[in-house]
């Protein structure tokens, strides 16, 4: 498994943001630089730099590339979350656009998700794949409740408009939902709607990595906006919220604590390897 030996000899980097939609650049950082990480999955290029506020070291890493290249089901999510490993990080907040499957959550709230509904169809979900044993990762608390904590407690402190909890779901795009789609998602209990946040979430688990997500909300899903939805409306709103987010990414990152006070970094069990 990935992240036993430290990069020659430089400062572990135990945090790290993986940018969704709109979060392309690593500027929350300072002295920032480049790193190319070799994975079994292909090389990956992160920002590693350090918080100006504490001068902790941070990696940073736009899941779909520096220009929004990859498309939602071709993000190799198995490089991306190996690299992060790979560069000593025990930490992740990541961030992503969704759409909300009721009225009651409004664009411009965050929310911080604490259960997914996996409706992806496609993507590498594991890094068990035969070869390296068999792992039934247990995921009944996928998001880290420590790091959940700290963003819910730093959007209140900051007045930005937060939801702590909601269900995720994520599905394969890269097309938008049918408005029969995101009624059935209602009607099994999701909140917010995405493309990306599987099987980033359970490949972080499977690293023992704590893991959150941030979520922005940029428009009412399909059938409940009465417009058709466009990736500009979502940037639009995005962008809009970019200050805030970075703002919230920046006081959590400040504050997380040495000790994980979770049970994320469990070993987990594999069999037959
Ligand atoms: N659906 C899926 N992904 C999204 C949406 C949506 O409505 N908004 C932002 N990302």
């Known amino acids: 498994m990935a992240g036993g030996a430290l990069r020659s000899g430089r400062r572990p980097v135990r945090l790290a943001v993986l940018g969704g939609t709109g979060v392309y650049d690593p500027s929350l950082l300072a002295e920032v630089r480049e790193e190319r990480v070799a994975t079994p999955y292909g090389e990956v290029t992160a920002w590693c730099g350090s918080l100006p506020a504490t001068g902790e070291p941070v990696a940073f890493l736009p899941r779909h590339g520096a220009r929004h290249s990859v498309p939602p089901h071709r993000v190799n999510y198995r490089a991306n979350v190996w690299a992060l490993k790979e560069l000593g990080v025990e930490r992740v907040l990541a961030t992503a656009a969704v ?14 998700v604490d259960q997914f509904l996996d409706f992806t169809k496609t ?3 594991t890094f068990y794949d035969g070869g390296s044993g068999v792992a039934h990762v247990d995921v009944s608390e996928p998001y880290c409740p420590q790091l959940r904590g700290l963003l819910a407690a730093a959007a209140e402190e900051l007045g930005v408009p937060v939801r702590a909890g909601g269900t995720y779901v994520c599905t394969e795009g890269p097309r938008f939902e049918t408005p029969a789609e995101i009624r059935a998602f209602a009607r099994l209990g999701g909140h917010v709607v995405g493309m990306t946040g599987v099987p980033e979430v359970v490949l972080a688990r499977e690293l023992s990595l704590c893991y959150a997500t941030v979520a922005t909300v940029t428009n009412y899903a399909a059938g409940i906006s009465p417009q058709p939805l466009t990736h500009t409306e979502v940037l639009e709103v995005m962008n809009a919220n970019l200050a805030r987010l970075r703002a919230l990414l920046a006081l959590v990152l400040a504050r997380v604590p040495r000790e994980r006070a979770c049970a994320c970094g469990r070993p987990l069990e594999v069999f037959g390897a």
């Open 123 to 125: 993507r590498p979900a």
């Open 99 to 112: 759409g909300s499957l009721t009225q009651e959550i409004q664009p411009g709230t965050f929310v911080v």
